[in-house]
């Protein structure tokens, strides 16, 4: 099952809220530069997906893709069984 992606509609609010979580030094993703958002055993979980034989650096991955993968550990996968390890392993 995947997500539809559909242009979202922001709240009034969310401008306000996302500075002052930036002020305290939080990072704010708005538009997810992942795949996959996982939520397993009461946990969230990010995962890039990719295709067996494709770089780990894909050109189809733009630079915020880039940066937020590095930035968080997000693993990559590219397999069902490398997913589920992911998963396990948090």
């Known amino acids: 099952m995947s997500l539809r992606r559909?242009?979202?509609k922001r709240?009034?609010?969310e401008p306000e809220i996302v500075k002052a979580?930036?002020?305290?030094?939080?990072?704010?993703y708005?538009?997810?530069p992942i795949d996959?958002?996982?939520y397993f055993r009461?946990?969230?979980?990010?995962?890039e997906?990719?295709?067996?034989?494709?770089?780990?650096?894909?050109?189809?991955?733009?630079?915020?893709q880039d940066a937020f993968i590095?930035?968080?550990g997000t693993p990559i996968v590219k397999t069902p069984e490398e997913a589920i390890v992911a998963l396990i392993r948090g």
């Not at 979580?21 to 704010?28: I, N, P, Y």
């Not at 009461?42 to 995962?47: E, I, S, Y």
């Not at 990719?50 to 630079?63: I, L, M």
């Open 11 to 13: 709240d009034f609010s």
């Open 21 to 28: 979580l930036e002020e305290v030094g939080a990072k704010v």
């Open 49 to 64: 997906v990719k295709t067996p034989g494709e770089p780990k650096h894909s050109s189809k991955r733009c630079k915020d």
């Open 36 to 38: 996959l958002l996982v």
């Open 30 to 32: 708005r538009k997810l």
């Open 42 to 47: 009461g946990r969230f979980h990010c995962l």
């Open 70 to 72: 590095a930035e968080t």
């Open 6 to 8: 559909y242009a979202a």
